[in-house]
């Protein structure tokens, strides 16, 4: 027997077959905002605004719901229940008048003048006329299907449902709606006196009244909020109309189902309904500017969905205190923007969820958010992949991220990828071959090129490095602020990982220099600070490397300007510009203090300045250094490559 099988559309939220979210690119566009000086809460937030390359952002959902918003306001306008009196009290007037014309009687004449005695506006003629005793049947029938629909406009506004239902009423369902008022008045009144047997009570008006209430609630305060969410939209409504729409629509409600009490229990229920629910919009108001007329209760609906709209705006925008992606309405966001927008909204809380889940954002001691060292791991990585496919495409070379194929064991292994030319590591292999069978069972294959690991090697030569990286505002002002950074990522990412036996050491220097961890280095925020210390870094680069005597000494300098401070034996930083020649003086015998060391100094010159080019090579000359003129975008390149070379000299 065959099976027969049907496929549609996805309806369940997030699709399962979608491809897992793209954690790295968004830890990428996270950690370039931080190096740029964002805090990482800020870098967070900005990060679920603009969204990712494949998730759009919380910008685009509020784009697109202003969009929608604007669209409903420019198609419809909000007097088509005054409209739609306006045409059937003509229509009724104008049988009556037919009526009398074919009567010669002293009557007819007289009701004549009634007629032609009406108020002007609309709302006076159906309150002068409510009392009239027709003489045309066609027009009383008119005249009543004018108050059947005001009824059921008004209805509709408070109750959903209700137009539908009361299209066609007698007296006795008009009773039925009067009392209904009357007795969620009096529950109304129950819950807001705080009576204990208030639950007994709702359920009792369920039971009794339960088919005015279709969307079911399940307690008085569901019935409250569904209640108040309505009648603040009605009241926007007025709020939105001309003084002289609002008086008479407010007068045409009177008339609603030619019974005054329906009217007085409304206006009732709608006091009631604002004392309880305050934090309700009931001042707002919105401007229709179109050509299409919407009834009372449509326009109430449009205001509602404007007031929705609103809502999730606010939510969208994650401006007040203690915002949250769970805030959103997920259902008023599919209501508004469709079933992709709520997926989108789950992709963008699954990448919030999963920085934090993966350990990429941790808490500082203080509360803050802060990158953790994993993701100072994973932004490394990400460089310095950058910086050695730069170099691979300038020199042609496959193996320069590698420790070194020739050289000693470290002790620890890696898993083989592709180009791999170290031993392979045969324990950690069969072991992982072994893990790999007991999970997967016994008909996987015994052995897969993901179990391979090769033992690492390194240089036989251990560097004392220190990067040394100018934070002069210059540097920010000049775009070199962020590539400065990612070259020190990629140097650290590369030691870490490759030369765990080398000591790398990072210094910042502007009017005074500092020794840093990556991750300071990479919040490290850019400010108005005049000074390039040179001399001081040099001076901590040199207790660096004296406390690794054994190591070969290395250090790597990245500035864009000239030595403008040096430090006082005092501790003092002094600052002239044009450069004292003391401060060339004292920065030059710190070089050579270096040179002293055996030290293989590189300087990385950016921008085009003559002061720095004549400086830089005095010093090269001086200390038998090296330099480099890189661009910013090739300064990480320029600076790990000078490393692997220092690392493949003997």
Not at 18 to 32: H, K, M, S, T, W
Not at 175 to 192: G, N, P
Not at 362 to 368: H, N, W
Not at 619 to 643: E, F
Request: hydrophobic share 40%; glycine share 8%.
């Amino acid at each position: 027997m065959s099976r027969r099988f049907r496929y549609d559309a996805w309806h369940g939220g997030a699709d399962p077959l979608e491809p897992p979210v793209d954690l790295r690119a968004a830890l990428d566009q996270l950690g370039r905002d931080v190096m740029e000086g964002a805090s990482p809460r800020a870098a967070l937030e900005e990060l679920l605004r603009t969204g990712t390359r494949d998730v759009p952002g919380l910008d685009e959902l509020s784009r697109r719901l202003w969009q929608r918003r604007s669209e409903l306001q420019r198609r419809h306008r909000l007097d088509g229940t005054i409209a739609e009196v306006r045409r059937l009290l003509d229509r009724a007037l104008e049988q009556e008048r037919l009526a009398l014309a074919a009567d010669t009687g002293e009557d007819a004449r007289f009701r004549e003048l009634q007629l032609d005695a009406l108020p002007p506006d609309v709302a006076g003629q159906v309150a002068e006329l409510a009392t009239y005793d027709w003489r045309s049947p066609e027009a009383r029938e008119t005249f009543e299907e004018i108050q059947q629909m005001l009824g059921s406009e008004v209805l509709e506004q408070r109750f959903q449902g209700m137009k539908q239902a009361m299209q066609q009423v007698g007296p006795e369902d008009v009773e039925r709606v009067r009392e209904m008022l009357d007795d969620l008045s009096a529950l109304l009144a129950a819950h807001a006196r705080g009576d204990s047997d208030v639950p007994q009570k709702f359920e009792q008006f369920m039971a009794r009244h339960g088919e005015f209430f279709p969307e079911n609630p399940r307690n008085v305060d569901e019935l409250i909020d569904a209640l108040a969410a309505r009648s603040a939209a009605a009241q926007r409504l007025l709020n939105s109309m001309s003084a002289q729409q609002r008086d008479e629509l407010l007068a045409l409600s009177q008339q609603a189902f030619g019974d005054l009490r329906i009217a007085q229990a409304l206006q009732r229920l709608d006091r009631q309904l604002q004392q309880l629910r305050p934090g309700e919009d009931w001042t707002g108001r919105a401007r229709f500017r179109g050509d299409q007329p919407m009834g009372l209760a449509e326009a109430t609906a449009a205001m509602a969905e404007l007031g929705e709209m609103d809502r999730l705006a606010e939510q969208l925008g994650q401006s007040y205190p203690g915002a949250s992606l769970a805030d959103i309405d997920l259902e008023a966001l599919e209501r508004q923007l469709g079933p992709q927008a709520v997926v989108d909204a789950q992709r963008l809380s699954e990448i919030e969820r999963q920085l934090r889940r993966q350990g990429m954002l941790q808490r500082a001691p203080d509360g803050s958010l802060r990158l953790s060292p994993r993701a100072m791991r994973r932004l490394g990585e990400t460089a310095l992949r950058s910086v050695i496919s730069q170099l691979r495409s300038r020199r042609g070379e496959r193996d320069t991220d590698r420790a070194g194929a020739a050289g000693e064991l470290t002790g620890t292994t890696r898993p083989w990828s592709y180009g791999d030319s170290e031993p392979w590591d045969a324990s950690r292999t069969v072991r992982n071959a072994v893990l790999r069978r007991a999970a997967e069972g016994a008909d996987s294959p015994l052995l897969d090129i993901s179990d391979l690991e090769v033992a690492e090697t390194e240089q036989r030569s251990r560097a004392a490095v220190v990067l040394c990286v100018d934070t002069s505002w210059s540097m920010v002002q000049d775009g070199r602020w962020v590539p400065m950074k990612r070259t020190a990522l990629a140097l650290h990412h590369l030691v870490a990982t490759r030369f765990r036996s080398d000591a790398l050491q990072l210094v910042t220097f502007g009017r005074y220099a500092s020794t840093v961890d990556i991750g300071e280095l990479a919040a490290l925020e850019g400010v108005w600070e005049q000074g390039t210390n040179l001399h001081h870094a040099l001076l901590l680069a040199g207790r660096h490397l004296r406390r690794h005597p054994d190591a070969k000494p290395v250090v790597l300098v990245v500035t864009d300007g000239e030595p403008t401070a040096h430090l006082e034996p005092d501790g003092e930083a002094v600052f002239q510009y044009p450069p004292d020649p003391h401060t060339l003086a004292v920065t030059l015998s710190e070089v050579d203090a270096l040179t002293r060391l055996g030290t293989t100094l590189s300087v990385f010159m950016l921008g085009e300045d003559p002061s720095l080019a004549a400086f830089v090579d005095l010093l090269a000359r001086r200390g038998g250094g090296r330099v480099l003129a890189p661009s910013a975008d090739g300064l990480g390149a320029a600076v790990v490559g000078d490393y692997l070379r220092t690392k493949r000299r003997r």
